[in-house]
């Protein structure tokens, strides 16, 4: 089963963080991605750049319309992901439980809808 | 002849509904799929029963009947969603092999169960209401009444964790030894909630609800069957221990009785043994937590034979132990009220105005009520009425806000 894994952290920790600091992280992140490619377990991730590089996307009435920002603003920003494949919840909390991010963020796990295709 | 056997499937139902449910959701898959077999085999068990005789092992014909009750129910739902003959098929693969329904493996399910049910993925609300539901078998409308909400409230709340169980695929497991430490905290969590639930409803007009702390306590010795872990021992001890002064704490005309001013000849002595035996075997286990801790200070409280022998000295060393596993400013206010017992009302005064003025507990009624109470007896009267003022203030239980009213009235006529 497919999960999606959403990291969640406050961006200032980041800035914030000494140099060293952040390359141990980094490094951590790449240790990390390269044990679940190694487990079978990875599908996708990806790191995504700062919450004020976001804008929201919205057509109503057939008219579109852009603005700043993300969708919500909260305390911790959605700064990355991982798609996993996990046989179980039990084993996506096992996985979420090493990205280095839930040490200091939050990580949600949502597991992937699955629709039947229309034969 | 007939009605004995229906008193036979009765009391068939009473003992193994729960294990058959247990052990049909992991032949299943599903919670609603085992629910609904559970209910067709005992219907069967209903007509067949009389007529066959009632069988050499009850549990495995319910298992068996409830499985191919589930095979038939898949089959005739496929014809209008195909995706579910696959899984009848699946099912029904695997059905020709015995029914492993000897005990070891039963009670490996019933704690597939409890631990399911008490998953920290759902939340704390839907696993008290799903384990009440699902481990004791109690009906929606009891748990709702229990918890003072509706049926439908209580009801959406069991479908949804349900929901989440089947679609996040929460499985049906016992978790590894790693996951184990955080896993039974949250089932302990869940029984601890229902005992206190029972023990010390939150509001309303009744102080106690005996029902919801006899289901604790008999979710608490399943645990300790099941999982003999120092924790679940300390707080099935916890809840005998205190369940041992019921009679005690209510006064004839419903009116709170404080431990001290207790009639201790209406202590339960069975439980007292049962529970300080369990602390003992907790406490020599070397790997206890906060539970048993609280359950050896209810010991020490069961032991004396009257209020004013008890061991102070010991409650406090045990509360200092308490404090460094579980820093919280409840232990700390407990703490406090055992050392003005140990030490004098002034030394208790001090600490719990240090809680207070860190503005920790400000809401907490109990934390004024013992304020007041130490002031009443330092002679502080103004400072006295103006904490059980406070106290009432916040108070929701009626005992316990006409205990407060009481002592106001008091510290009026005494002053």
Redesign the interface.
Known sequence: ?KYLCLIYDNESTWADMPHEQAEAMMGEYFAFTESIRQSGQYIAGEALQPVQTATSVRVRNGKLSTTDGPFAETKEQLGGFYMIEA?????A?QVASRIPSARVGTVE???VQVF?QPT | MAGSVRETVDAVYRTESRRVLATLIRLLGDFTLAEEALHDAFIAAVEQWPRDGVPLNPRTWLVSAGRFKAIDTLRRRARFDASLGDLARHIEATADAPVDADDESVEDDRLRLIFTCCHPALSPDAQVALTLREVCGLATEAIAHAFLSGAPTVAQRIVRAKSKIRDARIPYQIPSRVELPERLDAVLRVVYLIFNEGYSASSGASLTRRDLSAEAIRLGRLLVELLPEPEAMGLLAMMLLHESRRAARTSADGELVLLGEQDRSQWNREQIAEGAALVERALGSRRFGPYTLQAAIAAVHAEAPNAGATDWRQIVGLYDVLLRVEPTAIVELNRAAAVAMHEGPAAGLRLIDAILARGDLASYHLAHSARADLCRRLGRTADARESYQRALALARQEPERRFLERRLQELHETS
């Open positions: 089963m046989k179980d919840l039990n084993d909390i796990v949502r597991p039947e």
